[in-house]
């Protein structure tokens, strides 16, 4: 029996804060740049390798762990999102965080906002400290199924796999609601059902993507199709007053 019960699922970065939290922590760089040949590592393709020589660099020249707090602390939430998440977290929904970033980044933030216990689950590259105090990132996982992905995370199939655990123990969603920004936010999108919601945050890469399939599939050429409803924002409050209507 399907219960009234929703499943959030929320990117991070420019999602939920305001900012790129990997990126936000070059400034802790010596004159705030990252070297050249570090810079020309980077490719969508090998983020998760480019993180980690950025890491690597900031150890060599002294950032410590409570350096990269404060740096994480200094990023603004994204306008709306404190409201929409303990909106949502108090109605007893569920949230999830399904992100590329970096989990030491994230527990950083949501530790900071207070909204940590809102999510009951982050799935995100693990990072941690090693004994010289060097932060180290890895992969979430490997995979070599999805072109719409990065190798180190489908978010697509973190979603269904989350959503069938939820299942076998016992939990039917009332629907799905995504809320991102990114390119890699797009494949979770398009395993999303008519009774589902994807919230792309305007002017940023999932809306200008769905404008593009939504604008291919009125010319009649056949493609990618986004069966869920669209509901695009600028603030999480444009979200939280959508959800009123689902009520």
């Known amino acids: 029996m399907?219960?009234?019960?929703?499943?959030?699922?929320?990117?991070?970065?420019?999602?939920?804060?305001?900012?790129?939290?990997?990126?936000?922590?070059?400034?802790?760089?010596?004159?705030?740049?990252?070297?050249?040949?570090?810079?020309?590592?980077?490719?969508?393709?090998?983020?998760?390798?480019?993180?980690?020589?950025?890491?690597?660099?900031?150890?060599?020249?002294?950032?410590?762990?409570?350096?990269?707090?404060?740096?994480?602390?200094?990023?603004?939430?994204?306008?709306?999102?404190?409201?929409?998440?303990?909106?949502?977290?108090?109605?007893?929904h569920e949230c999830i965080i399904v992100s590329d970033a970096n989990s030491e980044f994230i527990d950083y933030i949501l530790t900071e906002?207070?909204?940590?216990?809102?999510?009951?689950?982050?799935?995100?590259?693990?990072?941690?400290?090693?004994?010289?105090?060097?932060?180290?990132?890895?992969?979430?996982?490997?995979?070599?199924w999805c072109d719409l992905s990065t190798v180190n995370l489908c978010k697509g199939q973190i979603v269904v796999d989350h959503k069938e655990t939820r299942e076998r123990e016992g939990t039917q969603y009332k629907c799905v609601v995504l809320v991102g920004d990114g390119n890699n936010d797009f494949c979770p999108a398009l395993r999303l059902s008519?009774?589902?919601?994807?919230?792309?945050?305007?002017?940023?890469?999932?809306?200008?993507?769905?404008?593009?399939?939504?604008?291919?599939s009125e010319e009649g050429k056949d493609g990618l199709k986004i069966q869920a409803q669209v509901v695009n924002w600028t603030s999480g409050l444009e979200i939280l007053e959508f959800l009123k209507t689902l009520n």
């Not at 940590?116 to 941690?128: G, L, Q």
């Open 2 to 92: 399907t219960s009234e019960k929703i499943l959030f699922v929320f990117d991070f970065d420019h999602t939920v804060i305001d900012d790129n939290s990997d990126l936000y922590c070059k400034r802790l760089a010596p004159g705030g740049k990252i070297p050249q040949e570090i810079e020309e590592t980077y490719s969508d393709l090998g983020w998760t390798h480019y993180m980690g020589l950025i890491f690597d660099y900031l150890h060599k020249h002294g950032v410590t762990a409570e350096q990269y707090r404060e740096c994480m602390n200094e990023i603004p939430l994204t306008d709306g999102m404190r409201e929409l998440i303990e909106h949502v977290a108090e109605k007893g």
């Open 113 to 144: 906002t207070g909204l940590k216990n809102a999510f009951s689950r982050v799935y995100t590259n693990p990072a941690k400290y090693d004994a010289e105090g060097r932060l180290t990132i890895e992969y979430y996982h490997t995979q070599d």
């Open 194 to 216: 008519e009774k589902d919601v994807v919230c792309p945050r305007i002017n940023y890469r999932l809306w200008k993507k769905i404008q593009k399939f939504k604008s291919e």
